[in-house]
């Protein structure tokens, strides 16, 4: 009779062995060393044993990221992305209304086509490199440029410089009484911030109207929240593989999902960041700074409200209470301390333009008007309008319902369940455009790519094993 039981781990506990655990029998020969450091990447706390979670060693996942990273290394892959990404951009010029999205396709269209004959002339070294630059400068920095020197932008870029103008002059970021469309500022007193460059800077010189460009602000918001993402959630791997983050991060920002909203808007830019950040922040325990980036999130878009909450469950269930409690009260306090002056001198513009103008409940209907299901059905009138609210907040319910009856375990898990609900909020809103969905693909793409995993469970750090804690049984034959 073989035992299958694993070296190094504690014999199984419970009602079908009857035995206690034991711990496995390990040599005694090796030599007394000093205590080893833990880990680079894994908190120093002891996590706490979760309902249900199995001790056994981790499997790898079942979809290798290592094969992914093949496959995508490969030129048919990497030809594919890039004719892709130009037949998207070229469609642009053809059923766009708008002259920024036909001028940004006419530009971005070549530069895919470039950067997929570079993938295959290439050699495989340089090939992934060079295509990306290549697509980054020719679907974000060459067609940004233009239109920030000619003034060209979609609205809300124009709403934060202005609401940044009126923030400085009359202490408050909304008109009194919106007469248009472009008169209504949907965003939260801290967006003002990406318009004060314009403050400082003017629009009397090259350089003035390109570094005051709110845009360019968003974009490095962006960057900066992206890569301090990375850094935290990246694995220790022997040699350095794959700590570098620029190549990810230079096929993502030059891809059309990123790409197109960077150069005609980007005010949802800085909003993705900071929820990336977040989860990353929640998951490596760091519970201040934590508390300030949902603080900031919270105060850009109440569409980020959700990602507090999120947060609060993956530090309450890796760390425990107080550490949820501190982040909680971080983030609800500096929210409250930005919002409540603004909430106080003029609820009424704060309630019409941030709340009832995006879910297209004002007598001025929001520019925001993609095909989407919440559309179609507020198309119909007043009782489809209430209809696809209501299908919004049950759904909406269902996914607090999933997240309190399942917290997440990693940054992933949190970042997969904010995902999901805003996505849904974004389908079912009466108003919405496709632009919104970046943010919850970002979510579910970014982390992975970081961590170098498909998982959503948290992985266990080598040589952590809880003893005398009730382990799997395992088959004996």
Known sequence: MVSTRTPGYPRPRGRFTGRGGTPAQTSTTEAPSRPRRPQRGFSVRPVPRQRGESTFPPTPDRLNTARLARLASTRTVQLLGCLVAAGWAAA???????????????????????AGVLCLTLPRRFA?????????????????????????HQS?????????????TTGTAYLPHPAVVTDYNPYLPAM????MP?????????????AGDARIWFALTFFVCMLAAWRLLRPTRPGGEGRAPLLPLA?????????????????DLPLIGVCCLAMALAERDRTVAAGLVLALACTLKWTAWPALPVAVLLLWRLYGRRPAARTALIGVGVSALVILP??????????????????????????AGSPLPGKVLAG??????????????????????????????????????????????????????????????????????????????????????????????????
């Open 156 to 168: 809300e870029v124009m709403v934060v410089e202005r609401s940044a103008h009126l923030l400085l």
């Open 342 to 367: 603004s909430a106080l001198t003029q609820a009424d513009a704060l309630r019409e333009q941030v709340v009832r103008f995006p879910l297209g409940m004002t007598a001025i209907r929001t520019p």
């Open 192 to 195: 003002s911030l990406f318009g």
């Open 380 to 477: 119909f009138g007043p009782t489809g309008h209430a209809i696809s609210l209501a299908l919004m907040t049950v759904a909406l319910v269902a996914v607090a319902i999933w997240l309190l009856a399942r917290p997440p375990v990693s940054a992933i898990a949190a970042a997969d369940l904010l995902a999901a609900g805003l996505a849904i909020a974004f389908m079912l809103a009466p108003a919405g455009r496709f632009g919104y969905l970046a943010l919850p693909a970002v979510l579910v793409i970014w982390p992975r790519l970081a961590a170098r995993r498909w998982s959503s469970r948290r992985p266990v750090p080598p040589g952590r094993v809880r003893r005398g804690r009730p382990q799997p049984a395992l088959p004996r034959g």
């Open 198 to 210: 314009r403050q400082l800077f003017g629009d009397s010189t090259a350089f003035a109207r390109v």
């Open 92 to 114: 642009f010029p053809l059923v766009s209304d708008l002259p920024n999205q036909r001028q940004w396709g006419l530009i971005a269209a070549p530069g895919y086509v470039l």
């Open 251 to 267: 096929v993502l920002t030059a891809s059309p999902l990123i790409a197109l909203a960077l150069v005609v808007g980007g005010v």
């Open 128 to 152: 992934a490199k060079a295509a990306a630059s290549v697509a980054l400068v020719g679907a974000v920095l060459v067609p940004l440029g233009l239109l920030a020197l000619q003034g060209r």
